[in-house]
C-alpha cells in the first residue's frame, strides 16, 4: 500500500468522511509552519509536503466534488514564517487569525 494519496483515493476520502453537498463549494487545507518557539523537523517538512500533494491532487478533482473554491492554509503566519516562505501571502481576518494562502500552479 502506498503512503501516497492519489487524486481519486482523496476524492473518495472527502466524499466518504465529509458527504458534501450542494452548498458545501469550498474546501481548505491546512497546515502549519515552524517558528521561533519550534524548530523545523523531517516529520514536520514531510507533513508540509503531504498538503501541498493533496492540494495539487485535489485540483483536478473539484468538478467531481462540486467545489468552486480550493485552498492550502497556513494559520498563524507571523513575521518569521513569512521569511522562511516568501511565496506566501498573508491577509487578516476578523477574528485575528492571520491565514497565508498558498497557491501552487
Known sequence: ?????NA??????IQR??????????LAIIVDLPDDRLADNPDWARR???AA???RELRGEMGALGL??????????????????PNLRA??????FWPCRRTYG
Not at 500500500?1 to 494519496?5: A, I, N, Q
Not at 491577509?91 to 485575528?96: N, Q
Request: proline content about 8%.
Open 17 to 26: 468522511v465529509f458527504q458534501p453537498s450542494a452548498p458545501d463549494q469550498g
Open 1 to 5: 500500500m502506498s503512503e501516497t494519496l
Open 53 to 55: 500533494n493533496w492540494y
Open 8 to 13: 481519486q483515493d482523496l476524492r473518495l476520502l
Open 48 to 50: 508540509r509536503d503531504m
Open 68 to 85: 468552486k473554491r480550493l485552498t492550502l492554509l497556513v494559520p498563524q503566519c507571523g513575521r518569521q514564517q513569512r521569511r522562511s516562505a
Open 91 to 96: 491577509r487578516r481576518w476578523p477574528d485575528g
